[in-house]
């Protein structure tokens, strides 16, 4: 276990929990949740400690080997403590890890980034030369 809690994305924000291997479907599910003990909300900026409720996501992270990453994370909703807010309830943000409402990873959407860049860029440069 302690493998592939290096290979986590960010291995001091994410516990991790469990971990199957899915052969059919060529997968690796990895369950890790998130450790934070306090939280901003993301409209005021105060920070908070009192939880909500829970939920997880699925997030595609870089494959292994030959195996698909499927990052089933689970988040927290927070109570924003602030009574001037005009938000109320909040998910934690972990920016490091994904974006808001992504479905992939911050350096798994890096590394699609840079292929489709050095790709194209070569394509297009290939076609610009005739």
């Known amino acids: 276990m302690e493998v592939l809690k290096s290979l986590l994305p960010d291995k001091n924000l994410l516990l991790l ?4 291997i899915d052969e059919e479907r060529r997968e690796v599910i ?18 908070t400690h009192k939880i909500h409720s829970h939920y997880e996501r699925k ?14 994370l689970r988040v927290r909703k927070f109570f924003c403590i ?3 807010c005009k938000r109320r309830i ?21 590394r699609l980034t840079a292929i489709g860049l050095a790709s194209g860029g070569a394509a297009g440069f290939r076609l610009s030369q005739n």
Do not use: H
Not at 17 to 20: I, L, R
Not at 30 to 47: D, W
């Open 17 to 20: 929990e469990s971990c199957n």
């Open 30 to 47: 990895v369950l890790v949740s998130s450790v934070q003990t306090a939280v901003k909300c993301p409209v005021c900026n105060e920070a």
């Open 59 to 72: 997030i595609a992270d870089l494959s292994w080997a030959n195996y698909g990453t499927l990052l089933q």
């Open 82 to 84: 602030n009574t001037e």
């Open 90 to 110: 909040f998910t934690e943000r972990l920016t490091d890890i994904v974006a808001p409402w992504a479905r992939r990873t911050m350096r798994l959407a890096s």
